[in-house]
């Protein structure tokens, strides 16, 4: 059997939590997620969607500083997990986490790159081949890095995956916000995040839902903070990111009718040829037209970045808060057994 090409592909997510069973019930509602102890390691839980393995989801190990955030950890394949960790150290990169088995999974690694973004790297044992299209309902579609050089962290990730840049959307101000993909696909985008920032470079997972409106309507009553209200973006879909219960950001992401890669259906053939409009005329229509099209996919991804800017700051003070109630339970933890000692 011909082996899957996984080179350059987001193939796994993985929640690091402080409340596995927290997060297995906010996952399932906001995604339709099914969990399920994985049998190797019924500690580690996997989620679903459909008959589909998309995510894991794991408690943050014991010897990680209390600090540690709950957070997103994104996988990408390679077939070459020693070089390319070998490759992101030449580069300016670093190896949080050296290369090694896992039985059932894979051989992977954990690195850094150069401006201090965590992602993973994996040669998996079970890779699937990558659906066609508008991504299915409950998997990831888009992954947006937040960084202090998008072109620097670019073209480290482009050597070491092979990808391209599709297209730089200029944001004035702001700065460039740069489309990246392969073989013509768009995989996610990376923008140089506004210096008062408090969260470090990181990597940001959008996944598909039926409606990001529908989605985001519920969030509080279940415990999370909706930091973007649905917007839309070039491309005409809707998208809105939030902090998950235990202080985890994620984003999840709805498509137009017909999908992110719908075709226009081919025009019935006039009976009549029309006669030919001056070449300059239609000319000064295209400009127009494009012109037009730049100026509103300029305005959405404007809009895009100033409600990224303020839920920053609601991402630093619900981790703040996350914290602050993980100490709680840890002093209260120690305390119950001081007691028992007694």
């Known amino acids: 059997m011909e082996a899957v090409d996984v080179r350059g592909r987001f193939v796994w997510h993985q929640l690091m939590t402080r409340d596995v069973p927290g997060a297995k019930e906010f996952y399932s509602g906001l995604m339709g997620w099914k969990t399920q102890a994985w049998p190797l390691d019924p500690t580690y839980t996997v989620c679903n969607a459909g008959d589909v393995p998309v995510a894991g989801i794991m408690e ?16 990408i394949g390679t077939r070459d997990v020693d070089g390319t960790a070998d490759a992101a150290v030449r580069a300016g990169g670093s190896v949080v986490k050296a290369p090694s088995d896992m039985a059932g999974a894979g051989r992977y690694a954990v690195l850094k790159d150069p401006q201090g973004a965590l992602f993973a790297i994996i040669d998996p044992e079970n890779a699937r081949a990558e659906s066609v299209g508008t991504p299915p309902l409950g998997t990831f579609s888009w992954h947006e890095l937040a960084t202090s050089d998008n072109e620097a962290a670019f073209a480290f ?13 200029d944001m004035g101000p702001t700065g460039i916000y740069l489309v990246f993909g392969m073989n013509g696909v768009q995989r996610g985008g990376m ?61 999840i992401h709805s498509f137009p009718a017909g999908g992110m890669a719908a075709k226009p259906k081919a025009k019935a053939k006039a009976k009549a040829k029309p006669a030919a409009k001056p070449k300059a005329k239609l000319a ?6 494009k012109k037009q099209v730049k100026k509103k996919a300029k305005a959405a991804l404007k809009t895009v970045k100033k409600v990224l800017k303020k839920a920053s700051r609601k991402v630093a003070k619900v981790a703040k808060k996350a914290k602050a109630k993980a100490k709680v339970r840890k002093s209260a933890m120690k305390s119950k057994v001081a007691r028992r000692k007694k």
């Open 60 to 75: 943050i190990p014991a010897d990680l500083p209390a600090e540690v955030p709950s957070h997103w950890l994104q996988y």
């Open 157 to 169: 990730y482009s050597g070491l995956f092979g990808w391209d840049a599709m297209t730089r959307m």
């Open 191 to 251: 923008y140089i995040k506004p210096p008062d920032w408090p969260a470090p470079p990181n990597w940001m997972p959008y996944a598909h839902v039926p409606s990001v409106d529908a989605s985001a309507a519920n969030l509080e009553s279940v415990g999370a903070t909706c930091l973007v209200e649905p917007i839309d973006v070039p491309g005409g879909s809707r998208i809105s990111s939030l902090v998950d219960p235990a202080g985890a950001p994620f984003a």
């Open 284 to 289: 000064v229509r295209a400009k127009a037209a």
